[in-house]
C-alpha cells in the first residue's frame, strides 16, 4: 500500500529562520512527488513536481529536493507569508491518483 | 494557467435535502476529476474519481448514492450530497488533472457545507 509521512506535524519558525520539513514515501513505481500549499479554508496551491531521484526544483524562499525514500521542502529565510500547512503527496505510474501525507502546518513568527 | 473553480464556496442546508457542488476546470480539458472531502486539521481524504463520459470510481467507504457524481463534459464535473445529514458537514474540494509529464492535479478553492 501507498504510504507518504510528513514531519514535522507543526513547525513554527521566528521570521528569517531557515528549516526544512520532510516528506518520506513509499509509492510503488513513482511517477511523481507533489508540494502543495493550502491556506485555511482554501483549496491546495501546486507548488512542485518532482520525478527523479536528484531533482530539485526552486521557487522564491521554497526549495524542494527528492531522494529515493524522501523529499525535503527547504525554506530559506522565511516570513509570516509562508505560514501555511504543506502538504506532499505521491503518485504511482499509470494511475492518476494521489497519495497524500497529513501535512506540516508552518507558523513563521514576526 | 490551470485554474479550478468551484461553486458554491459555502452552502447551507438543511437534514434530508440534496445539495450540487459544481468543478471547472477553466483553461484547460481535464478528462478526469477527483473529489476530496476534509475534515478539520486533516489531510485531504480522496472521496472518488471522475472520468469525462464513464461511472465514477468511488473509494472503500464512500457511498455511491449519497455522493452523486457526474462528468458531462472535459471541464465540468458535478458532486450532490443527496438527503444531507449534520455529519456530511465537512470542506469538499475538487482537482483536475492536468495533462502534463506529471499529471499534476490541481485544486478548486473547496466548498464548506454545513447540514442544519
Request: charged share 20%; net charge neutral.
Amino acid at each position: 500500500e501507498d504510504q507518504v509521512t510528513q514531519s514535522p506535524e507543526a513547525l513554527r519558525l521566528q521570521e528569517g529562520e531557515s528549516s526544512s520539513l520532510n516528506c518520506s514515501y513509499t509509492v510503488s513505481g513513482l511517477r511523481g512527488l507533489f508540494w502543495y500549499r493550502q491556506d485555511p479554508g482554501k483549496g491546495p496551491e501546486f507548488l512542485f513536481t518532482l520525478y527523479s531521484a536528484g531533482e530539485e526544483k526552486e521557487k522564491e524562499r521554497l526549495k524542494a529536493t527528492l531522494t529515493k525514500k524522501e523529499s525535503f521542502l527547504h525554506i530559506t529565510a522565511p516570513k509570516p507569508e509562508d505560514s501555511a500547512t504543506y502538504l506532499c503527496a505521491g503518485g504511482p505510474f499509470g494511475n492518476e491518483k494521489l497519495t497524500f501525507g497529513t501535512g506540516t502546518r508552518l507558523t513563521i513568527i514576526p | 494557467g490551470a485554474v479550478v473553480s468551484q461553486h458554491p464556496s459555502r452552502v447551507i442546508c438543511k437534514s434530508g435535502t440534496s445539495v450540487k457542488i459544481e468543478c471547472r476546470s477553466l483553461d484547460f480539458q481535464a478528462t478526469t476529476m477527483f473529489w476530496y472531502r476534509q475534515f478539520p486539521k486533516q489531510s485531504l481524504m480522496l472521496m472518488a474519481t471522475s472520468n469525462e463520459g464513464s461511472k465514477a470510481t468511488y473509494e472503500q467507504g464512500v457511498e455511491k448514492d449519497k455522493f452523486l457524481i457526474n462528468h458531462a463534459s472535459l471541464t465540468l464535473s458535478t458532486l450532490t450530497v443527496t438527503s444531507a445529514h449534520p455529519e456530511d458537514s465537512s470542506f469538499y474540494i475538487c482537482s483536475a488533472g492536468h495533462r502534463g509529464p506529471g499529471n499534476e492535479q490541481y485544486f478548486g478553492p473547496g466548498t464548506r457545507l454545513t447540514v442544519t
